[in-house]
C-alpha cells in the first residue's frame, strides 16, 4: 500500500510559519521538536509539515532553492478549499499574506484567489469543483 501522507515545507521559523497556518486555515499543531525545527500541522488525511532550513540542509545535503521574498514563488502550490473565499482571503492578508492573484471565478464555476504565505509559498484558497 501507498499512501501520500505529508508535505514539508522548508521555512526560516517554523513556529512562525506553523501559526499563520494554524491561525489562517482554522489547522491544529499535531507536533513540533523541543528545538522548533520541525512540526506537523493536521489538515486531514495529508499532514502539512515545516522544517527549518538547517535541518533539511542536513537532510538533503546536495542542497535546494530557498523560497524567498524577493522572487517569484515555486511552480507548486498548496491548496485550500473553503465555502467563503473573500472572508479567507482577508483573513490570510490579515495574518501576514500577500495577495498574489485577486479573486476570479473560473468557466467550470470554482471561484480561485492565490496568496503567497510569510515563506513566498503559494497557497491556493478556492472553492470546491462542483
Do not use: H, R
Amino acid at each position: 500500500m501507498i499512501k501520500f501522507k505529508y508535505v514539508i515545507l522548508y521555512v526560516e521559523n517554523v513556529e512562525t510559519s506553523m501559526n499563520f497556518y494554524k491561525d489562517t486555515f482554522d489547522a491544529e499543531i499535531k507536533f513540533i521538536t523541543p528545538e522548533k525545527d520541525y512540526g506537523e500541522l493536521l489538515t486531514g488525511e495529508t499532514t502539512l509539515s515545516f522544517a527549518s532550513i538547517d535541518l533539511a540542509a542536513s537532510n538533503v545535503k546536495k542542497g535546494f532553492l530557498q523560497s524567498k521574498t524577493e522572487v517569484k514563488p515555486f511552480g507548486i502550490e498548496l491548496g485550500f478549499v473553503t465555502d467563503n473565499v473573500e472572508a479567507l482571503v482577508e483573513k490570510s492578508i490579515n495574518n501576514g499574506a500577500v495577495l498574489y492573484e485577486d479573486i476570479a471565478v473560473k468557466p467550470w464555476g470554482q471561484k480561485t484567489a492565490y496568496i503567497k504565505d510569510l515563506d513566498n509559498y503559494l497557497v491556493e484558497i478556492c472553492t470546491e469543483i462542483q
